[in-house]
Each structure stands twice: as structure tokens, then as C-alpha cells.
């Protein structure tokens, strides 16, 4: 029920402001044109959702703590930037067009236009085209930063249009209030939040290239570190880094000692960079932690899938399992050469005697199949699964016609693009 918190956040909005168009026109003399009303109901729905991205763009714990983790969170985010679009673009189709000029089409189109290119870039990441089109993080940040500017313009729109809304009191306390919210959560993230966010503050150990794309670096705390659980990330900013942008990654060290460790795959213009720049002994800001994905919160008896470098939570969830800890590990990598860390997780698994672990080459083994492993007890397995989307939900099907329920299976949104 968790992943389907951000569609039953929407479906409530979409719910909440027909119930309000409901009141505000019972309660109001008519007649209202039915042509006027529906294309307001989408402009001010497409308004509201977009306003309530302001408000989720500062991941305030609230909203984690409510969606269930801060990737459904971003899922919501980005479902709520496609509605509006939609509604949107339906909108401008089912409004009568204004005989002459009028003002409101000068602010109108434009922010559509805008909305549809913030739309386009912040979905480029998982588009299927995205290994033609190259698009920098940094870019792809700046294109969510201005949103506010798109809503503000959605209201100096909707105001110069002298629309339905205005003439319903009930409607502009509702509209224009949840509006004003959203700019100021704008407002707020972009000038006073960076300056209240707690930043902990580490200094980068000896960087080693562990693989032929995977750098792994340590972070020694300067002060006080940050209290995080296995299987969590992180927001980090890297002085000696390409740019002075924060990007999240998981913490593949375990909670112990304060000490930090992230196991970094060159999978992009940033990550390749830091590969090659990044110098012992330069410091880092690290924010968080964030993130849901904690194993302690499934049932005895469990099954850890990892793909590549989705391995990286795992090698903490190993440094704090019990002798009592059911689980099963098994590690799907290309080749042979590519499991980076077999030795780190056989020691772990020699140490706990319930433990165990298998090695999936691809290139030897072919595809993994779960049918060919020996899963048990299905009714009460907990599986925890990182990798690939593609390979997760493959996975995901399997284990529901091997009588997996959906509920038993948890896995996080570690792409947050």
C-alpha cells in the first residue's frame, strides 16, 4: 500500500477540489456555463498539484514519514508534474477562445510551453531516449528549481483571465490559498532552508577504485556524525568534487563507529568526474539520512536480491543481522570480475550460521531465474530487492507467480531522477 501513496495523494486532490467546485457552486447563484467549469476544475486542479510540488521539493520529514520514504516522495513529485501537464494542455483544448487579444494569453501559453519542457527534462533520466539526449544533474536540478516561477505564472494567469474562481468566494480562499502555500514552501527552500538544514560535516578518506567503474569512498566525521540505519542514503556534497552540487547515495557501511562509506558507480557526467577528481582528505557536507529501505521491518524469514551495484545496501544490512537472522543473499552481476565485494559479504555470511549466499554471473549462468532457486516458504518470506528497474520488475513478477504477495516485497526508488 506504501507505493500507491503518491496515486492515492493525487486521486485525493483530484477528489477534494471537485468537492469544493460541488460547494462553492450549490451554495452560489448561477447559471455557470458547464464548458467554463470543467476547463476550470482542470486549470485549478493542474494548479494545485503543482503547488503541492512546491511544498514536497523542501522533503521535509513530514511528507517522507506520509509517503513512506523519501523515493515516494520523488514518485509523487513526478506523477504530479505529468497530471498537470495533462490537465493542462486539456484545459487550453476545452476553454472557449477569447475573441481578440486579452492579457492572460500572453502569461497562458507561455507557461505551458515552459511547464511542458520542465515536464520533458525532468523525465529525460528514465525516457527511453535517454542514452541519445546527454542531460547534466545540474541541469535537470535547475529545471525543478523553477517551478515556482510556473506557478506563479499559473495564478498571474489565472487571475488576469477573471475566471469562475474569482467570483466563488469558497473557491479562491481554497485555490489561492493552497497557491500561496506552495510559494512560500518555494520561497523558503530556496532562501532560508539551505541555511537550517543540518549539514554534518566529514573529511574524505583515501578514495580507491575497487572496480573498473566503482570508487569507493570513506568519510571520517569531523564533528558529530549522522544517525542513520542500514540500508539508508544520503545527500552529499563533495568539496573536491566536479561541482558544488549535492546527489544522494546509498551508504554501504553499516551504522557502527560514525564512519561513512559510499561505493560510487561512474553511471553518469558527475560520477565519472568524481572518479577522476575526487582527492583524499577534502571535505564533505553530508545531509540525511534518508530512506525506508530497512529489512528489520519484514519477517523472519527473508530474501536479499541484488543487481550490480544495488548490492550497496546489503553490505550494510550484513554488518548488523543476528545469528537469528534468517536470510538469503543472492547477487546477480555480469561477470565474475564485477562482485567487487565477495569477499567483504562471504566474511559476513561465515559469521552468522543461518545466513547464506549465492553468485550469479550472467555471462556463465545466463539470466537468473528465481524458479531455479530454492525458495521456500513463500507465505512468509520478506524479499528486499535493488537493482535495475528492468531487473527488479522481472523479479517482481516472478516471485508473484511463485505466490509472492506484493505487500511482502519491498524495494526503494534508488534513482531519485
Not at 503541492?52 to 520529514?61: F, H, P
Not at 487571475?159 to 520561497?187: C, K, N, S
Not at 561477470?335 to 550469479?360: K, N
Request: aromatic share 10%; charged share 20%.
Amino acid at each position: 500500500m506504501v507505493r500507491l501513496r503518491p496515486i492515492f495523494a493525487l486521486a485525493g486532490t483530484l477528489a477534494l477540489n471537485a468537492m469544493f467546485w460541488t460547494v462553492a457552486l450549490a451554495t452560489a447563484p448561477g447559471p455557470w456555463p458547464p464548458v467554463h467549469v470543467a476547463a476550470e476544475f482542470l486549470s485549478t486542479t493542474a494548479l494545485l498539484v503543482m503547488s503541492t510540488n512546491l511544498m514536497l521539493a523542501t522533503r521535509a520529514k513530514p511528507f517522507e514519514d506520509f509517503f513512506g520514504g523519501l523515493d515516494k516522495v520523488f514518485t509523487s513529485h513526478r506523477l504530479n508534474g505529468l497530471t498537470a501537464v495533462a490537465l493542462l494542455s486539456t484545459h487550453f483544448l476545452v476553454m472557449p477562445e477569447s475573441v481578440g487579444w486579452v492579457p492572460s494569453k500572453l502569461v497562458g501559453y507561455p507557461t505551458l510551453t515552459f511547464l511542458v519542457i520542465a515536464v520533458v527534462i525532468a523525465i529525460a533520466p528514465r525516457a527511453p531516449w535517454r542514452r541519445l539526449v546527454s542531460l547534466r544533474y545540474q541541469d535537470w536540478k535547475l529545471s525543478h528549481r523553477t517551478q515556482g516561477l510556473l506557478v506563479a505564472a499559473g495564478v498571474t494567469h489565472s487571475l488576469l483571465a477573471h475566471p469562475l474562481v474569482l467570483g466563488l468566494p469558497i473557491m479562491r480562499v481554497w485555490v489561492y490559498g493552497v497557491a500561496a502555500l506552495g510559494l512560500t514552501a518555494y520561497v523558503f527552500r530556496e532562501t532560508v532552508q539551505p541555511m537550517l538544514l543540518q549539514r554534518h560535516h566529514y573529511r574524505v578518506g583515501r578514495p580507491v577504485h575497487v572496480g573498473r567503474d566503482i570508487l569507493e569512498i570513506p568519510l571520517e566525521p569531523e564533528r558529530d556524525a549522522i544517525a542513520h540505519v542500514a540500508g539508508q542514503f544520503a545527500f552529499v556534497r563533495f568539496e573536491g568534487g566536479p561541482t558544488s552540487e549535492q546527489h544522494p547515495f546509498t551508504i554501504s557501511s553499516g551504522p557502527a563507529g560514525g564512519r561513512l562509506r559510499f561505493s560510487v558507480k561512474a553511471s553518469g557526467d558527475y560520477t565519472r568526474a568524481l572518479q577522476r577528481c575526487l582527492a583524499a582528505d577534502s571535505g564533505a557536507l553530508v545531509e540525511g539520512p534518508y530512506g525506508r529501505f530497512d529489512f528489520r521491518t519484514g519477517g523472519p524469514h527473508q530474501l536479499w536480491i541484488a543487481g550490480g551495484i544495488g548490492i550497496t545496501p546489503f553490505l550494510a544490512f550484513l554488518s548488523t543481522i543476528d545469528d537469528e537472522s534468517d536470510v538469503r543473499l543472492i547477487w546477480t552481476v555480469r561477470s565474475a570480475t564485477d562482485a567487487i565485494y565477495l569477499d567483504e559479504i562471504e566474511r559476513a555470511v561465515a559469521r552468522h550460521p543461518r545466513a547464506g549466499f549465492t553468485l550469479h554471473s550472467s555471462d556463465t549462468a545466463g539470466h537468473l531465474l528465481l524458479a531455479d532457486v530454492d525458495v521456500r516458504r513463500t507465505e512468509e518470506l520478506s524479499v528486499f530487492i535493488c537493482g535495475p528497474v528492468s531487473m527488479r520488475n522481472a523479479f517482481i513478477a516472478e516471485l508473484r507467480a511463485m505466490g509472492v504477495r506484493r505487500s511482502q516485497i519491498h524495494y526503494e526508488e534508488f534513482s531519485l531522477r
